[in-house]
């Protein structure tokens, strides 16, 4: 690999003059903050990216489906059961009080519960069925320091034992099970979890059990999630588990970036999830999506399918944009991505597993994607290793593939992809298209092994095992329905050496 290709920029151009990038204008809602930490020159690019969309019928059709948002008949304040907003008094039993109240209104249309401003420290609570829990912009709930307002509950099935240590774990400050119709929502009021005491906690391993999570929402459907900042969760912030129908909507989440594991938002084992329009800074993965782990997870058997990213920027220090994994052993499928936009962050996307996970991982699209200050580009891990107990099967090898990643720009790139499948388990269809990263680093761009796919305008030039050219075509990648993505044209090779070669040699 002498040659580092120069970026430019006339493979999107091509692709911009593709019809249907109106439909997807519209559609567009203006992202709050994509221009945070994003240099103009790359912004640019980003809009020529993006316009690249063919749009499509089928893309966002269950982000569109779970935006009907219930208007409660019946709304109460948490101060009528006896809230102090201090910051101070513990407010545990209020929200207790005020929902198990609401209760009798859930055949009724259900409740709303009005959170006003006011700095309301709490303890765990469990939501019902549909309920709204609604902040005013200028609250705050903030999550006690005191480990016993946590309750332990049991590990979840799909786990076997806690995530971090054996055994049971915190409750979420905010909890549901086997709910419907659940609105947590408000104009930007916060949620702030008060992590650090955890962390340091974590740290100096003195706990006895796993963290919490900011909301965690258990064998539940028809959740929104939205319009709310999440601070400082002690563990991830947002985990829906067992889940349907969930659509988490402009929300900011915030941790500093050395947290530890403070993952953004989770979805484990739940299907027909919409995440959208979001801004996370936070110590680990953006986004990770998961289900279960190695011989638990394969018994549970619940995957994680259906799930629709867009418009998400953000920075992690230790994690991924978007990460696929290292729990999957229920298995991963139907993922769709666009619009990622990520800066000063150790991975762009990552897919994490092991022998031990079984499961799979296929059927995923990636697109639109914009980095700055990224240490490694692409990086599939599957030695990741990390078992929650001596007993798992080593013979259950995950199969990883159809993994599409296009249109991916990046400047300020460490690595551009380190690819690594397993040995006697190759990870196949992998496929790039449109991918431009300008690597700074002097050493080698790609490195691959025990993978398997297809590539084509990849700059710098992919590793030799993803040029499978003469074979190229799109049955073998997974493309989006009603999206025919540039350079997979559907059921014919694709002559490559147009494609490729002459857009970067007219640079020179
Ligand atoms: C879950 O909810 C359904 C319907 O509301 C109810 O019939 C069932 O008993 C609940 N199960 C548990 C374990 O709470
Ligand atoms: C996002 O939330 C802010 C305040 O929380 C609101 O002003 C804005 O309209 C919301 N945007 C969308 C797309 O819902
Ligand atoms: C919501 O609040 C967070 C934290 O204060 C802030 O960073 C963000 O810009 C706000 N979002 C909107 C849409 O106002
Ligand atoms: C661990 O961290 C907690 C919280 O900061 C602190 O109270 C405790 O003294 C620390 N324990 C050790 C052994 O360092
Ligand atoms: C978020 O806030 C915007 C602006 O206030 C509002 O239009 C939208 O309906 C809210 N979203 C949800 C899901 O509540
Ligand atoms: C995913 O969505 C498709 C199309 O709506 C649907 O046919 C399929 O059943 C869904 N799969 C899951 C696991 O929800
Ligand atoms: C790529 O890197 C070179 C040298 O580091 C720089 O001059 C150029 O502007 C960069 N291009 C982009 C698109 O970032």
Request: net charge negative; with cysteine.
């Amino acid at each position: 690999m002498k040659r580092r290709a120069p970026i430019r920029f006339r493979p999107q151009e091509r692709i911009l003059s593709r019809e249907g990038g109106r439909e997807r204008e519209r559609e567009r809602v203006s992202p709050m903050r994509i221009s945070t930490a994003l240099p103009v020159a790359i912004l640019i690019i980003a809009t020529i990216v993006q316009s690249a969309w063919t749009a499509s019928a089928t893309h966002s059709f269950h982000c569109k489906k779970l935006k009907t948002r219930a208007s409660r008949p019946h709304s109460v304040t948490v101060t009528e059961f006896g809230a102090v907003g201090d910051g101070v008094t513990l407010n545990t039993l209020a929200f207790q009080n005020a929902i198990f109240y609401l209760q009798s209104f859930a055949n009724k249309g259900g409740a709303q519960l009005f959170v006003p401003a006011g700095r309301w420290l709490t303890g765990s609570f469990s939501l019902i069925s549909h309920l709204t829990l609604s902040l005013d912009k200028d609250a705050v709930i903030i999550g006690s320091t005191d480990s016993f307002e946590w309750p332990i509950i049991d590990p979840l099935p799909s786990y076997g034992r806690g995530r971090e240590l054996p055994g049971g774990r915190h409750q979420s400050l905010i909890h549901g099970y086997n709910l419907t119709d659940v609105v947590i929502t408000g104009e930007n009021g916060t949620i702030d979890g008060q992590g650090s005491v955890w962390w340091d906690w974590f740290n100096n391993r003195t706990l006895d059990y796993t963290r919490p999570h900011l909301i965690e929402l258990m064998y539940s459907s028809e959740v929104i999630i939205s319009n709310l900042t999440f601070k400082n969760s002690p563990f991830w912030a947002i985990h829906p588990v067992y889940c349907s129908q969930v659509l988490v909507q402009n929300v900011t989440i915030l941790a500093p970036l050395d947290s530890p594991n403070t993952d953004g938002i989770d979805p484990d084992s739940s299907n027909n999830v919409c995440i959208e329009d979001c801004y996370i800074r936070t110590g680990d993965d953006l986004i990770s999506i998961k289900s279960g782990w190695d011989e638990y997870g394969i018994s549970f058997a619940r995957p994680s399918a259906n799930i629709t990213i867009h418009r998400i920027t953000g920075s992690t220090k230790s994690g991924a944009g978007i990460a696929l994994g290292s729990e999957m052993s229920g298995g991963i499928s139907d993922i769709k991505a666009d619009g990622l936009r990520l800066s000063n962050s150790l991975h762009g996307i990552r897919i994490k597993t092991s022998p031990g996970r079984g499961g799979y991982i296929r059927n995923v699209y990636l697109s639109d994607i914009v980095m700055t200050d990224v240490e490694i580009a692409i990086r599939i891990t599957g030695e990741y290793g990390d078992h929650p107990d001596e007993w798992y099967d080593a013979a259950a090898l995950p199969l990883i593939n159809r993994i599409t990643i296009r249109d991916v720009v990046g400047s300020d790139i460490g690595v551009a992809g380190l690819l690594e499948g397993i040995q006697g388990d190759s990870f196949s269809d992998i496929c790039l298209s449109n991918v431009l990263l300008n690597v700074t680093l002097d050493r080698s761009p790609w490195k691959c092994s025990d993978i398997e796919g297809y590539s084509n305008l990849v700059r710098p030039e992919s590793c030799e095992p993803l040029r499978g050219e003469e074979t190229f075509h799109s049955a073998a990648c997974y493309v989006d329905d009603g999206l025919v993505p540039q350079g997979f044209v559907r059921g014919q090779p694709v002559d490559l050496n147009v494609n490729v070669a002459s857009p970067v040699e007219t640079e020179k």
